[in-house]
């Protein structure tokens, strides 16, 4: 077995680096985040970090980059107050991989890669048109963590849509039927797959038999 310290891990190559570290916490899901600048101009940026806080009240944070590395997502939610979570699905995985990139500020991300933004009366932030799950948040904290510069975004979860087929008589979203991307790393991504479902655990209770997925 491979082992590394951490004097190992800094003496890597940057991208060498970032790609094992990124990689060991496994698969996690992709979404674009939509914002639009004081400028007018639509962004939209792959987020890989984002977490699940709470349902009551209903929670989602995302981990931004340090300013110099993606300023214009953080600028953009700090000026407007509101975001939107939009999902990546498998019939655009390259053009939601390519919003990545580093373009200027006066470039929507939308134009550039050949995305379509959709407004909607209750959110000034576009949400993606080709995306079937879409979120709209509400700027709750935005969290320095001063260890490495990066920036916890909580957003308060105000509006959803998503197709009524996919939810799910227990409350669950299919995101296998979504057609829903996960990634890995900065560059990897996957189509994701049930494995199993299980009851909630108790602990008088047995390991569990796999569950049948609810019916619609």
């Known amino acids: 077995m491979l082992y590394l310290n951490k004097e190992a891990l800094q003496n890597m190559e940057r991208f060498y680096r970032a790609n094992l570290l990124s990689s060991m916490s496994g698969i996690k899901p992709a979404m674009l985040v939509g914002t639009k600048g004081t400028n ?63 373009y200027d500020a006066s470039v929507s991300e939308f134009d550039a890669v050949g995305l379509m933004p959709l407004y909607e009366t209750f959110c000034p932030a576009p949400f993606v048109a080709e995306s079937k799950l879409r979120l709209a948040l509400q700027l709750v904290e935005i969290v320095p963590i001063k260890h490495n510069g990066t920036f916890l975004i909580i957003g308060s979860v105000e509006h959803v849509m998503l197709p009524k087929m996919q939810l799910q008589k227990d409350g669950s979203v299919d995101l296998e039927e979504l057609s829903l991307v996960a990634s890995a790393g900065l560059d990897t991504y996957y189509s994701i797959h049930q494995l199993a479902r299980f009851h909630y655990a108790k602990p008088d209770t047995a390991v569990q038999e796999i569950l049948p997925a609810p019916a619609e």
Do not use: C, M, Y
């Open 40 to 102: 007018g101009v639509a962004n939209l940026a792959l987020f890989q970090n984002i977490v699940h806080l709470g349902a009551d009240p209903a929670l989602v944070g995302l981990i931004n980059r340090p300013v110099a590395a993606t300023p214009h997502t953080l600028a953009n939610i700090e000026a407007t107050g509101w975001f939107t979570l939009n999902s990546v699905h498998t019939s655009f995985t390259d053009k939601a991989h390519q919003t990545s990139a580093r």
